[in-house]
């Protein structure tokens, strides 16, 4: 955080004022050699006595000249980084003031005191001081800023609503007389406060208002404030790329303004940033930096900051003794200042006791923090120490205790995600890292015998954005701009599409210039940011838009009917957990003969062993023994096989179709590549499909079927898109499916097994964005075929290569953002160019990249691609697979059958030798699932 502190003056005012006491002091004989010199002395003065013997000898010579002077060397001396140096001057200042009974310059004074008081933790002496340029009589800007500053004090003493409250006396009294420096700082540290208490969307409202009003007054440590407390809020959603880009900013400016306390302040956070990304090595270069400045300077509250954060690497290292003793020195300046031990201090302790195995010790510290938490109302630190708390009972085998806590805390988190900030996308982030209580749920109720409760708390951390798109109608954000804003986020767009284009422009030659596409790729990543605050910043500015909270549906006997699937169905819900998997296997017996219904769901869980470092690296040990055509795929494949399956192979007897709901990195396995003992693969068995969870599914169960002969085609298919060079794709395999001439074919193939009338193909000049949004809404099945590019650092500004259209808003590149603001009415989509499944992992959510995109659009299903696939190969599979999807049976209020139509395609595959090896094959998967309709229960 960063409360900002009021000043009596600003450098601009003392350079003013400066001049004119230059002036004056000419006329009076007094020149700026002298007043230096009568600094210099009163400096020299050891203790009061030796002042008052000097105030007494230049009795007539004393003037407010000096005092100016003393107050502009102490927040030079301040700025620079020596607190108790600044100190002296700022007493020897008030001295003087008192001497002269000024009381401008005495308020002054006792303002600079107290700002330094409080830098070095001593809350008391600060209030007092502050307190005491409260005097009657004072200029309505003078008492603003005597609110502002106590308030101040209140925020540090952890006195949220204390310092809520008065900070709003101080804002009332600058937007009175109008003080447009007073309004942006007040209203940055309400900013503040308002996210400390969860309240992150008003928050961030109110952040961007202190920021233009920063903006316009040209104030830049104002901006590195604001800038500083966007990032913490970052942080704070899961965002740790967004909350590393606005603390860089921040620092930047600080650094340019030499304010060391600052700059310390920036570096933590840039830290903690860096931590929670898992980059060590620069978190504990920002960490040990920001000590050395503000043990230069004197900030020993600070201090225990930084100790505390460095604990808070070694710990995520896995350094526990080590952290713990970071830890305790911070306690100990804590202890030293006589101040409310941090909340976050006592989480992460109590973390670090719990892996050492010392339960006692994390329920103490748990519970101790969460009081703390509710007492100042915290809920992001209360759910957190309560969660702590539960876990160390656990643990002990205190059951009933465990819940209480894990309930409290899914309370707390269910409370803030009302109050996130931003789009679907925020909302996802900033529920990813707050999973643990539900997961600790599915862990108690296994552990009291209640499969079907753990099911649901597992369901309730899953797909939680996806469902409530799916419940409301999805406001688009883009409706709602007003001509301004549209402006602004059109300008920010083309240049992102301008380096998006410089990128593939630079990968497209023989000899790439690598230092010029990382160069690129920076810029990039600064625009992404950039851009996502655009439209968190817009967002807010439309609350009528905002995602509403969903109702989530409970996962009971007679909802759990509701889905239409037979007996030959068997759903798979995957928890995946750091030390361990859940499986939940749900099945159906056959219906019994004359009953008249089908047979209820049976619920079967398992443990399995393995950590979540583990699984991820035979996951990605598979697919790059796959993607490279490796011969030595088998043992593998059989090791997951019995490791994901082999306890549950009694229950999927008589089985065809298998819904998976995976979770973390079994998102990326190619479930139908996996082997029994018996040599047969899974994809020989069964129907594959991936599903975001059960409640999504009952959700779009619940959903109205299409009605019948509404879309315009069954199938647009685009293609070998015209680009401007033909230089621009990166380099392909050996025939690969980016190559015009396969990609041209397949896409005639696509059009004689539709026909020209009820299948449109773009291919050429054709293949352009404005064509394929238009026609995107008009069919039931939308095949693209052409190149997509991956980005990593912003997944949204991932693309597909398309060809230009007529206007600069339609560059030939359709990025995923772009897809999101599609209206889709198609069943299915398939990307059948390379790599198309890529995307980041979102803990509960799944994989954020095209498909869940796709999905929001209004597509439920989407056929993908996880590595770089072979053109004829691939032409073939796609063939056979649209082969299946036409049939006459299936009818317009039917689903697509999007998996039987691939594992058709597959067996082909696999039976013609040529194409048997999974490299062929095993790289395409369904992502989404369109369930069938109950239509007994519905």
């Given at each position: 955080?960063?409360?900002?502190?009021?000043?009596?003056?600003?450098?601009?005012?003392?350079?003013l004022?400066?001049?004119?006491?230059?002036?004056?002091?000419?006329?009076?004989?007094?020149t700026?050699?002298?007043i230096?010199?009568q600094?210099?002395?009163?400096?020299?003065?050891?203790?009061?006595?030796?002042r008052?013997?000097?105030?007494?000898?230049e009795?007539?010579?004393?003037?407010?000249?000096?005092?100016?002077?003393l107050?502009?060397?102490?927040?030079?001396?301040?700025?620079?980084?020596?607190?108790?140096?600044?100190?002296?001057?700022a007493?020897?200042?008030?001295?003087?003031?008192?001497?002269?009974?000024?009381?401008?310059?005495?308020?002054?004074?006792?303002?600079?005191?107290?700002?330094?008081?409080?830098?070095?933790g001593?809350?008391?002496?600060a209030?007092?001081?502050?307190?005491?340029?409260l005097l009657?009589?004072?200029?309505?800007?003078?008492?603003?800023?005597a609110w502002?500053?106590?308030?101040?004090?209140?925020?540090?003493?952890?006195?949220?609503?204390?310092?809520?409250?008065?900070?709003?006396?101080?804002?009332?009294?600058?937007?009175?007389?109008?003080?447009?420096?007073?309004?942006s700082?007040?209203l940055?540290?309400i900013?503040?406060?308002?996210?400390?208490?969860?309240?992150?969307a008003?928050?961030?409202?109110?952040?961007?208002?202190?920021?233009?009003?920063k903006?316009?007054?040209n104030?830049?440590?104002?901006q590195?404030?604001?800038?500083?407390?966007?990032?913490?809020?970052?942080?704070?959603?899961?965002?740790?790329?967004?909350a590393?880009?606005?603390?860089q900013?921040?620092?930047r400016?600080r650094e340019?303004?030499?304010?060391i306390?600052?700059?310390?302040?920036?570096?933590n956070?840039?830290g903690n940033a860096y931590?929670?990304m898992?980059?060590f090595?620069?978190?504990?270069?920002?960490?040990?930096?920001?000590?050395?400045?503000?043990?230069?300077i004197?900030?020993?509250?600070?201090?225990?900051g930084?100790?505390?954060?460095?604990?808070?690497?070694?710990?995520?290292?896995?350094?526990?003794?080590?952290?713990l003793?970071?830890f305790?020195?911070?306690?100990?300046?804590?202890?030293?200042l006589?101040v409310?031990p941090?909340?976050?201090?006592?989480?992460?302790?109590?973390?670090?006791?719990?892996h050492?195995?010392?339960?006692?010790?994390?329920?103490?510290?748990g519970?101790?923090s969460?009081?703390?938490a509710?007492?100042?109302?915290?809920?992001?630190?209360?759910?957190?120490a309560i969660?702590e708390?539960?876990?160390?009972?656990?643990?002990?085998?205190?059951?009933?205790a465990?819940?209480?806590?894990?309930?409290q805390?899914?309370?707390?988190?269910?409370?803030?995600?009302?109050?996130?900030?931003?789009?679907?996308?925020?909302?996802?982030?900033?529920?990813?890292?707050?999973?643990d209580?539900?997961?600790?749920?599915?862990?108690?109720?296994?552990?009291?015998?209640?499969?079907l409760?753990?099911?649901k708390w597992?369901?309730?951390?899953?797909?939680?954005?996806?469902v409530?798109v799916?419940?409301?109608?999805?406001?688009?954000?883009?409706?709602?701009?007003?001509?301004?804003?549209?402006?602004q986020?059109?300008?920010?767009?083309?240049?992102?599409?301008?380096?998006?284009?410089?990128?593939?422009?630079?990968q497209?030659?023989?000899?790439?210039?690598?230092?010029?596409?990382?160069e690129?790729?920076?810029?990039?990543?600064?625009l992404?940011?950039?851009?996502?605050?655009?439209?968190?910043?817009?967002?807010?500015?439309?609350?009528?838009?905002?995602?509403?909270?969903?109702?989530?549906?409970?996962?009971?006997?007679?909802?759990l009917?509701e889905?239409?699937?037979?007996?030959?169905t068997?759903?798979?819900?995957?928890?995946?957990?750091?030390d361990?998997?859940?499986?939940?296997?749900?099945?159906?017996p056959?219906?019994?003969p004359?009953?008249?219904?089908?047979?209820?769901?049976?619920?079967?869980?398992?443990?399995?062993p393995?950590?979540?470092?583990?699984?991820?690296?035979?996951?990605?040990?598979?697919?790059t023994?796959l993607?490279?055509?490796?011969?030595g795929?088998?043992?593998l494949?059989?090791?997951?096989?019995?490791?994901l399956?082999?306890?549950?192979?009694?229950?999927?007897?008589?089985?065809?179709?298998?819904?998976?709901?995976?979770?973390?990195?079994?998102?990326?396995?190619?479930?139908q590549?996996?082997?029994?003992?018996?040599?047969?693969?899974?994809?020989?068995n069964?129907e594959?499909?991936?599903?975001?969870?059960?409640?999504?599914?009952?959700?779009?169960t619940?959903?109205?079927a299409?009605?019948?002969?509404?879309p315009?085609?069954?199938?647009?298919?685009?293609?070998?898109?015209a680009?401007?060079?033909t230089?621009?794709?990166?380099?392909?395999?050996?025939g690969?499916?980016?190559?015009?001439?396969?990609?041209?074919?397949?896409?005639?193939?696509?059009q004689?097994?539709?026909?020209?009338?009820?299948?449109l193909?773009?291919t050429?000049?054709?293949?352009?964005?404005?064509?394929?949004?238009?026609?995107?809404?008009?069919?039931?099945?939308?095949?693209?075929?052409?190149?997509?590019?991956?980005?990593?650092?912003?997944p949204?500004?991932?693309?597909?290569?398309?060809?230009?259209?007529?206007?600069?808003?339609e560059?030939?590149?359709?990025?995923?953002?772009?897809?999101?603001?599609?209206?889709?009415?198609a069943?299915?989509?398939i990307?059948?160019?390379?790599?198309?499944?890529?995307?980041?992992?979102?803990n509960?959510?799944?994989?954020?990249?095209?498909?869940?995109a796709?999905l929001?659009?209004?597509t439920?299903?989407?056929?993908?691609?996880?590595?770089?696939?072979?053109?004829v190969?691939?032409?073939?599979?796609?063939?056979?697979?649209?082969?299946?999807?036409?049939?006459?049976a299936?009818?317009?209020?039917?689903?697509?059958?999007?998996?039987?139509?691939l594992?058709?395609?597959?067996?082909?595959?696999?039976?013609?030798?040529?194409?048997?090896?999974?490299?062929?094959?095993?790289?395409?998967s369904?992502?989404?699932?369109?369930?069938?309709?109950?239509?007994?229960?519905?």
């Open positions: 955080m960063n409360p900002q502190p009021h000043h009596r003056s600003k450098s601009a005012g003392l350079l004022v400066g001049i004119l006491f230059f002036s004056i002091g000419t006329l009076w004989g007094q700026p050699e002298s230096e010199t600094v210099q002395t009163l400096l020299a003065c050891k203790n009061q006595a030796e008052d013997a000097y105030f007494k000898q009795k007539d010579r004393l003037s407010p000249k000096v005092c100016e002077a107050i502009h060397r102490c927040e030079t001396i301040r700025r620079e980084g020596s607190l108790a140096d600044a100190l002296t001057v007493e020897t200042a008030l001295a003087l003031a008192l001497e002269l009974n000024d009381r401008s310059w005495i308020a002054t004074a006792r303002t600079q005191c107290g700002h330094i008081y409080l830098s070095q001593e809350f008391d002496t209030l007092r001081l502050y307190e005491q340029t009657p009589g004072e200029p309505p800007l003078s008492e603003g800023r502002l500053n106590m308030a101040n004090v209140h925020y540090y003493r952890g006195d949220y609503d204390l310092a809520l409250e008065t900070y709003r006396k101080a804002l009332g009294i600058f937007e009175t007389i109008s003080s447009q420096a007073g309004i700082r007040t940055n540290n900013g503040s406060i308002l996210q400390l208490q969860g309240k992150y008003a928050a961030f409202s109110t952040l961007q208002k202190s920021l233009a009003i903006e316009k007054m104030d830049l440590a104002g590195a404030n604001t800038f500083n407390n966007i990032g913490i809020l970052y942080y704070d959603h899961g965002n740790f790329e967004m590393l880009e606005f603390h900013k921040s620092f400016i340019e303004l030499k304010d306390s600052s700059m310390a302040q920036s570096l956070n840039m931590r929670r898992e980059q090595k620069e978190a504990r270069e920002c960490h040990e930096r920001s000590l050395e400045l503000k043990r230069k004197g900030e020993r509250l600070s201090m225990a930084s100790y505390a954060n460095l604990g808070n690497v070694l710990g995520a290292q896995g350094k526990l003794e080590e952290a003793v970071f305790e020195k911070a306690n100990e300046i804590n202890r030293e006589k409310r941090s909340l976050s201090l006592l989480n992460n302790m109590a973390s670090t006791y719990r050492l195995g010392k339960y006692e010790q994390v329920i103490a510290l519970m101790e969460a009081r703390l509710e007492q100042t109302t915290q809920p992001d630190l209360y759910w957190m969660t708390a539960g876990l160390g009972h656990y643990e002990m085998g205190n059951l009933k465990a819940r209480d806590c894990f309930e805390a899914i309370a707390a988190v269910e409370k803030m995600r009302t109050l996130t900030l931003g789009d679907e996308l925020e909302k996802q982030r900033f529920f990813e890292p707050r999973l209580p539900y997961q600790a749920m599915v862990a108690v109720c296994l552990q009291e015998g209640n499969q409760e753990a099911l597992a369901e309730q951390a899953k797909a939680r954005i996806l409530e799916i419940q409301g109608e999805r406001k688009r954000l883009s409706a709602h701009l007003t001509l301004e804003e549209q402006q986020e059109q300008k920010l767009s083309r240049q992102m599409t301008q380096l998006n284009r410089e990128l593939m422009f630079n497209g030659g023989n000899l790439p210039d690598a230092k010029r596409k990382t690129t790729e920076a810029r990039l990543s600064r992404g940011a950039n851009f996502r605050a655009l439209q968190n910043q817009l967002a807010a500015n439309h609350s009528e838009v905002r995602l509403a909270q969903g109702t989530f549906p409970a996962i009971t006997p007679d909802t009917r889905l239409g699937y037979g007996s030959d068997a759903l798979l819900e995957f928890v995946v957990v750091p361990y998997l859940y499986l939940f296997c749900l099945t159906r056959a219906s019994q004359g009953k008249g219904k089908q047979a209820e769901w049976r619920i079967r869980s398992v443990v399995i393995g950590s979540v470092r583990e699984l991820g690296g035979k996951v990605d040990q598979l697919q023994k993607a490279s055509r490796s011969l795929f088998k043992p494949t059989q090791e997951l096989y019995r490791q399956f082999g306890q549950i192979e009694a229950e999927l007897k008589g089985k065809t179709k298998l819904v998976i709901i995976p979770d973390g990195p079994l998102w990326n396995l190619p479930f590549a996996l082997q029994n003992q018996a040599g047969q693969y899974l994809v020989e069964y594959i499909s991936a599903a975001h969870s059960l409640a999504l599914l009952l959700e779009m619940r959903q109205p299409r009605t019948a002969g509404s315009r085609f069954d199938c647009v298919a685009l293609g070998n898109p680009t401007q060079t230089n621009i794709l990166p380099p392909q395999p050996a690969g499916l980016a190559s015009q001439a396969a990609a041209q074919k397949l896409i005639e193939q696509i004689s097994l539709y026909g020209p009338e009820r299948c193909t773009l050429g000049g054709n293949a352009t964005e404005d064509k394929l949004k238009q026609a995107a809404s008009e069919t039931r099945l939308l095949h693209l075929s052409t190149h997509g590019v991956w980005n990593h650092g912003n949204l500004f991932s693309y597909l290569v398309l060809a230009p259209g007529l206007t600069e808003n560059d030939g590149l359709l990025e995923t953002r772009e897809l999101l603001e599609l209206k889709l009415r069943d299915v989509v990307l059948s160019a390379c790599e198309t499944a890529r995307g980041r992992l979102g509960g959510e799944g994989l954020i990249g095209m498909t869940w796709i929001l659009a209004g439920p299903q989407t056929i993908v691609s996880h590595w770089k696939v072979e053109a190969a691939t032409s073939a599979l796609m063939t056979t697979l649209h082969q299946t999807l036409r049939v006459p299936t009818t317009p209020t039917q689903p697509l059958p999007a998996a039987a139509g594992r058709a395609a597959v067996l082909q595959s696999l039976r013609s030798g040529k194409f048997s090896h999974p490299f062929y094959w095993a790289g395409f369904v992502i989404g699932e369109n369930p069938p309709r109950n239509r007994a229960g519905n």
